[in-house]
């Protein structure tokens, strides 16, 4: 009698001969898992991009992507499941996702800092309790219900302590990534969101532990108990013995100086290791990597080091690979009848209440506005990674059958799928702002005010620092008291990984790191200590800021904040800049466009500054403070408000003002006129700007005319110059800005207008967002100087914002012609 059609399939060979050889490769175990891996990296990629519309995190793509990989979809088809996942495949596809998930969760420990969670102020302690509480009571009431009906025979100690960690648990890095997209991540109620997320995480994984524990096969109770005391045990040692080697390693790995190779290997054999003995406990082989992250040094770069070398490959390549595994367990089919169905909806609404109601309550008990506590409890319903991990071993350990876990799997999605649009939906940060309370937009309106001037600089990195310190010296005016506050953004790509919510750490209330107090010597830490050392030595109140956002949506932040702070100007970094050979280098394409955006949005003026080493050849005492700074005036609203900008300045006893103003000469023709930038404003506004400019040089005049007289009673040099040139054309025009190029700042309109600003033969450039001026002094071979340019856009209330880019010749009869894009 033959045994072939009883005996178990053998164990998949690794490789294959290949298809000439007759063999099929989907038959061995390497081949076919290639083929698995390239299936699930092109359809959760797909999945997410289809889902960025609707701001939905990446975790949602992934879960549905193994879902429909699984039997809910295209699993139906038992062709298609022989073939690419075979159960005999299924081993060798869970272990690899379980090692990728391991790593990850190392990741996921880095990403929780002990020492925030020791500051978390009582509020979001209170909300972190709330949200843990209530939904574990629920999820302890719904238990009864589904081992009732669907769940009969499961023990009831473990279920009942799985279904309220289910419920109660708010997955971290999902919710920071939903933070970041809509805007709040440095916000309050990012803030308090993050911190009491932070604590709820901890407090889940310790309740996870009780329930793998208690889910132990052994028959005595004692056994969970020894169980739970050894995990217990586990992450002392690695608190006090494990944890000083780690710092031994950090404090060997010096900024600026790459980590050594066998250091990462040590580390990762540590994680490892730690997986190894959690498992021999009888806990899960994931608490071992997860404490280890947690108790691994957050100072210093080796951290930020370990997570670009380990992180691309174990979320890109290998996680997705475990919402694969957990898809291929989920059959909604099993989802069948009205009380199957009524089950999903009572499981959903519990998840939610629990969580929401408690958050809402405790919020409004703690003074929140009912919008935010609203958005906090929908925040806090978050699900994600850590809320599949339980399920999974819910159901490897036989707590959590079929059914009860495809409608956990579902409860998770929806929760999550819901956590956008319904914060989107109930809070909006920027209502309570009222235009009328927003008076002085533009740096002329404060000079004339006599109001305290605001500004917002924003820079990309520490190299941007002494040049913004050197400017901000020179706006201080030192004749004023308490004339200037100065807002100081640093701009952070939220990149699409994971490691990007390390950022999140870094931020407090209105964005200031976290650390900020800390001797850390990362370069958050350095540029905190910049400002306020700068600070200590002037009266001017420096704050720094921190915007978080994917590089296509912040200059939204930029604009917002720039509202919300009532800023008269924002400063931004030029896209370029200058190499040793004195040649330009672009930084990145990316900020050119965030530079247009915002001088398009902006709810103020706006100035781009073309840096040459304004901040390397100055220092910041003010008792050796010098600059001569040179402003070129055409006409119009943006130059009027480079020489208020420049007035400003001339207050501060090292700096050197001269202002240059260009009349056109009788022989000045409407043919010498080429090409200009163009306003919408341009005609109608024409006669009433020239009054005004007419009034501000007037203006101009007479505080010369008075520094003068007060001159002559003592030996002080003049500190601001004021002259005519009479141009014919354009070569005059470089001619005479050539006398000035020993200038260390220059400072010009965006858009000039008048006849003499019409005949500057501007041409095609790359960067219309420095005007025809700033492109003349930056790029132009017929104006030579190493000085650095501030180009400004005056922000203009009754007009539309200017077209960036748009030329137009003064020729009747002639189209508008439209720059090239750069590359």
Known sequence: MGTNDTTCPGPMKATSNGVFQGENPLHYALPLLILQICIVLFLTRALAFLLRPLRQPRVIAEIVGGILLGPSALGKSSKFLSTVFPAKSLTVLDTLANLGLLFFLFLVGLELDPKSLKRTGKKALSIALAGITLPFIFGIGTSFALRSSIADGVSKAPFLVFMGVALSITAFPVLARILAEIKLLTTDIGKIALSAAAVNDVAAWILL?????????????????????????????????????????????????????????????????????????????????????????????????????????????FLPLYFVSSGLKTDVATIQGAQ????????????????????????LYCKVPLDESLALGFLMNTKGLVELIVLNIGRDRGVLNDQVFAIMVLMAIVTTFMTTPLVLAVYKPGKSLTKGEYNNRTVEDTNQSNKPLCLMFCFQSIMNIPTIVNLIEASRGTNRKESL?????????????????????????????????????????????????????????????????????????ICRSAESKRTAMVILPFHKHVRLDRTWETTRNDYRLINKKVMEEAPCSVAILVDRGLGGTTRVASSDFTLVITVLFFGGNDDREALAFAVRMAEHPGISLTVIRFIPSEEFKPENVKLEITEDQAGSCSGETKLTDIEAIAELKAKVKEQESSRSDSDIESKIIYEDKIVRCHDEICEVIKEYSRSNLFLVGKSPEGSVASGLNVGRSDTPELGPVGNLLTSSESVSTSASVLVVQQYVASCDSPAVGVLKSTTKGVLPVEDSKSP
């Open 209 to 317: 532990a009780l329930a793998v524990a208690l889910s132990g096969d052994g028959s005595s109770p004692l056994t969970s108990l020894w169980v739970f005391l050894a995990g217990c045990g586990f992450v002392l040692f690695c608190i006090f013995a494990v944890q000083p080697g780690m710092q031994w390693l950090a404090k060997r790995c010096p900024e600026g100086e790459p980590v050594k190779e066998h250091y990462v290997c040590l580390t990762l054999g540590v994680v490892l290791a730690a997986s190894f003995v959690t498992d021999l406990i009888g806990i899960h082989a994931l608490f071992g990597a997860f404490v280890i992250g947690v108790i691994f040094p957050k100072e210093g770069h080796f951290a930020s080091s370990l997570v670009e070398k380990v992180e691309d490959l174990v979320s890109g390549l």
């Open 485 to 557: 506050s100065v807002y100081a953004m640093h701009l952070m790509e939220l990149s699409e990984r994971s490691s990007a919510i390390l950022m999140a750490h870094k931020v407090r209330r209105n964005g200031l790191p976290f650390w900020n107090k800390d001797k850390t010597g990362n370069s958050s830490d350095m540029v905190v200590v910049a400002f306020e050392a700068f600070q200590r030595l002037s009266r001017v109140s420096v704050r720094p800021m921190t915007a978080i956002s994917a590089m296509a949506t912040i200059h939204e932040d």
């Open 340 to 363: 199957s169905w009524g089950l999903l909806v009572l499981v959903i609404f519990n998840a939610c209440f629990g969580k929401i109601v408690g958050t809402v309550v405790v919020s």
